[in-house]
């Protein structure tokens, strides 16, 4: 059996690499570009509103005795401000992947991100 010299075992390890490095930024690439995300806020006794994330935008709702500020940037959304006594809400950050959520539980609203094709069923 031949065994494979320095250079070539160099040059192999090279060529893995730059497969593995190719095949991440497509995978990766596709994924961002293919799946356009919304949120769906839920208010509580079937009432949702769905919220594109593609275009900057604050949102106010006033929601019995408090008003929640959601604000929509760079395609993520997050509790800007609640009149809520905890402010936990603020404290989830930024949501930018699907499944991500966040809670205002003394408001009693909850945001969920989807696909949009998702979405439209719910």
Not at 45 to 59: A, N, S
Not at 99 to 114: E, F, K, T
């Amino acid at each position: 059996m031949k065994r494979l010299t320095r250079l070539q075992k160099n040059l192999l390890f090279a060529a893995v690499l730059l497969l593995a490095a190719v095949v991440l930024f497509w995978a990766l690439r596709g994924r961002k570009q293919g799946e356009a995300l919304v949120a769906v806020a839920d208010f509580g006794d079937g009432v949702t509103e769905t919220i594109p994330l593609d275009k900057d935008y604050d949102y106010l709702y006033d929601v019995g005795d408090y008003v929640v500020h959601l604000q929509v940037k760079d395609g993520a959304i997050a509790f800007q401000d609640s009149q809520c006594p905890d402010h936990v809400c603020e404290q989830f950050g930024w949501l930018s992947q699907k499944d991500a959520w966040a809670a205002c539980v003394p408001a009693g609203v909850y945001v969920q991100l989807y696909a949009a094709d998702d979405a439209a069923v719910k």
